[in-house]
């Protein structure tokens, strides 16, 4: 089971999928309030919606993982979730796919929806962020006993070694670098730092010594939704992310690529995959609002939170609003992460990724852009790094607890109907990985105080409106 676990780490990289743009439907805005900059679109490739989905339940993102009989053996092979999959797929968990590597082996290797797909109220939400994964245990000795299992089953100059090895070599080296202090937040641009230190940017080949000082931090990030991604136009929290979207999406094959060769090839399938995703529509709350205190709310929020946050309804627009950390306030680590380790964003422009017609580029930014808020009742914990637990102490800053723990089951009982969030303990200090501890660097929750001039009953009122998002 060790084995089935620490796959699960592979491929949190793919997280670098959100956030983006794919249609140009966002509003634009001429005269963008002060401390908020204006992000302009960026063209982008077409693809086929049907294509891309077949190419996210069976595709080869990553083109290495654990011999199929050594998952199977190790997990039974045997899950619900298998999202309906035939063939080698059925039966694998969703987080997974088998493909046939180059040398004609079939591996278990991690998908988007290892970190893009979460259950809610026991439905499998393809989508959503991965909000209850634990990245806070070293992955590392987990394969180093994969490893022994491997080499005892099959040889260390067999096929299947071949094909498992560049896996296991990828995560050994960022195993003891990308840990989170707390479950649920996730460690993608910290992944990035690792792989990009150890891979050439002319050509993608693995190098064992760490070309550049890996950072000491691991920024947590909350993994947004997809279904976001159609109205935005910039990648990431801080708006990095610029140009082609599918070529930056791409960048989760360096887990495990051998050669700019293989990138090429990934890529070719990102406007697929794309196109689907743009046609993902957020759930609905599934429980009862109050009709009269929604539309009071509606009316503050188009008073108070449109600007940043668009509007919603019949009128749908969205600003694409850079919002400056003076004005934001909330915590600027990973804003910050790039600027203060300049060679990352310079490997990734001056790397293939870079180059060319649809090329992809990693600018930085001086603050975070305000997200599209539909499905929002869904995507708790809030803020960049999943700090705050509901929306209610998002509008409220004053009441945001230091410490606090939630439950890791994403069930109806667990969730606040009120608060609009997942229920939560506070708690007096950290006392072990499940206790989010808001005082530590990159994990700070203040910030965003607009919601503090409102009254109580007006918070209450918006957050009765959020839900209809």
């Given at each position: 089971?060790?084995?089935?676990?620490?796959?699960?780490?592979?491929?949190?990289?793919?997280?670098?999928?959100?956030?983006?743009?794919?249609?140009?439907?966002?509003?634009?805005?001429?005269?963008?309030?002060?401390?908020?900059?204006?992000?302009?679109?960026?063209?982008?490739?077409?693809?086929?919606?049907?294509?891309?989905?077949?190419?996210?339940?069976?595709?080869?993102?990553?083109?290495?993982?654990?011999?199929?009989?050594?998952?199977?053996?190790?997990?039974?092979?045997?899950?619900?979730?298998?999202?309906?999959?035939?063939?080698?797929?059925?039966?694998?968990?969703?987080?997974?796919?088998?493909?046939?590597?180059?040398?004609?082996?079939?591996?278990?290797?991690?998908?988007?929806?290892?970190?893009?797909?979460?259950?809610?109220?026991?439905?499998?939400?393809?989508?959503?962020?991965?909000?209850?994964?634990?990245?806070?245990?070293?992955?590392?000795?987990?394969?180093?006993?994969?490893?022994?299992?491997?080499?005892?089953?099959?040889?260390?100059?067999?096929?299947?070694?071949?094909?498992?090895?560049?896996?296991?070599?990828?995560?050994?080296?960022?195993?003891?670098?990308?840990?989170?202090?707390?479950?649920?937040?996730?460690?993608?641009?910290?992944?990035?730092?690792?792989?990009?230190?150890?891979?050439?940017?002319?050509?993608?080949?693995?190098?064992?010594?760490?070309?550049?000082?890996?950072?000491?931090?691991?920024?947590?990030?909350?993994?947004?939704?997809?279904?976001?991604?159609?109205?935005?136009?910039?990648?990431?929290?801080?708006?990095?992310?610029?140009?082609?979207?599918?070529?930056?999406?791409?960048?989760?094959?360096?887990?495990?690529?051998?050669?700019?060769?293989?990138?090429?090839?990934?890529?070719?399938?990102?406007?697929?995959?794309?196109?689907?995703?743009?046609?993902?529509?957020?759930?609905?709350?599934?429980?009862?609002?109050?009709?009269?205190?929604?539309?009071?709310?509606?009316?503050?929020?188009?008073?108070?939170?449109?600007?940043?946050?668009?509007?919603y309804g019949d009128s749908v627009s969205y600003p694409n609003l850079l919002v400056?950390?003076?004005?934001?306030?909330?915590?600027?680590?990973?804003?910050?992460?790039?600027?203060?380790?300049?060679?990352?964003?310079?490997?990734?422009?001056?790397?293939?990724?870079?180059?060319?017609?649809?090329?992809?580029?990693?600018?930085?930014?001086?603050?975070?852009?305000?997200?599209?808020?539909?499905?929002?009742?869904?995507?708790?914990?809030?803020?960049?790094?999943?700090?705050?637990?509901?929306?209610?102490?998002?509008?409220?800053?004053?009441?945001?607890?230091?410490y606090w723990k939630r439950v890791f089951e994403n069930t109806e009982a667990n969730?606040?109907?009120?608060?609009?969030?997942?229920?939560?303990?506070?708690?007096?200090?950290?006392?072990?990985?499940?206790?989010?501890?808001?005082?530590?660097?990159?994990?700070?929750?203040?910030?965003?105080?607009?919601?503090?001039?409102?009254?109580?009953?007006?918070?209450?009122?918006?957050?009765?409106?959020?839900?209809?998002?």
């Open positions: 089971m060790k084995i089935f676990q620490a796959a699960g780490i592979l491929t949190a990289l793919v997280v670098l999928l959100a956030n983006s743009r794919l249609e140009n439907n966002a509003a634009v805005v001429p005269d963008p309030p002060p401390g908020t900059t204006y992000l302009e679109p960026s063209p982008q490739r077409s693809g086929d919606a049907g294509a891309g989905y077949q190419y996210l339940l069976y595709g080869d993102f990553v083109s290495s993982g654990i011999p199929l009989r050594v998952f199977k053996r190790a997990s039974g092979g045997n899950s619900p979730d298998d999202l309906g999959r035939t063939g080698d797929a059925a039966g694998i968990p969703f987080r997974f796919n088998v493909i046939t590597t180059a040398n004609g082996v079939k591996v278990v290797a991690p998908t988007c929806l290892t970190c893009h797909a979460e259950k809610l109220n026991g439905q499998l939400i393809v989508g959503l962020g991965s909000n209850t994964m634990d990245h806070t245990r070293d992955a590392a000795a987990n394969f180093k006993a994969a490893d022994l299992g491997v080499k005892m089953m099959f040889g260390e100059n067999s096929p299947e070694w071949a094909a498992y090895y560049p896996a296991s070599r990828a995560t050994k080296t960022m195993g003891p670098y990308i840990r989170t202090e707390t479950r649920g937040p996730n460690p993608a641009d910290k992944i990035f730092a690792v792989l990009a230190a150890h891979r050439s940017a002319a050509d993608f080949a693995w190098i064992d010594e760490a070309q550049f000082n890996i950072p000491a931090e691991t920024v947590p990030t909350d993994v947004p939704a997809w279904w976001l991604m159609k109205k935005k136009n910039a990648l990431y929290y801080n708006g990095l992310g610029r140009g082609d979207f599918g070529r930056l999406a791409s960048a989760s094959g360096m887990l495990t690529m051998l050669d700019s060769a293989e990138a090429r090839r990934i890529d070719s399938r990102m406007p697929d995959l794309m196109a689907w995703i743009r046609t993902i529509e957020p759930p609905k709350y599934p429980y009862p609002i109050d009709g009269e205190l929604a539309a009071a709310g509606k009316k503050i929020f188009e008073k108070t939170c449109y600007k940043c946050h668009g509007t400056s950390l003076e004005k934001a306030g909330t915590d600027p680590l990973l804003s910050n992460a790039y600027k203060t380790h300049p060679e990352y964003h310079t490997w990734y422009n001056n790397s293939w990724y870079g180059q060319g017609a649809n090329k992809g580029q990693m600018l930085p930014n001086d603050g975070y852009v305000a997200p599209p808020l539909d499905g929002v009742w869904a995507t708790a914990p809030y803020l960049h790094n999943a700090s705050v637990p509901t929306l209610e102490d998002l509008l409220n800053s004053t009441q945001r607890p230091v969730y606040d109907q009120v608060k609009g969030g997942w229920k939560y303990t506070v708690e007096p200090a950290k006392t072990d990985v499940e206790t989010y501890d808001t005082t530590l660097p990159g994990y700070g929750n203040g910030g965003h105080k607009f919601g503090d001039r409102l009254t109580a009953e007006e918070r209450k009122a918006v957050v009765e409106y959020l839900k209809t998002l």
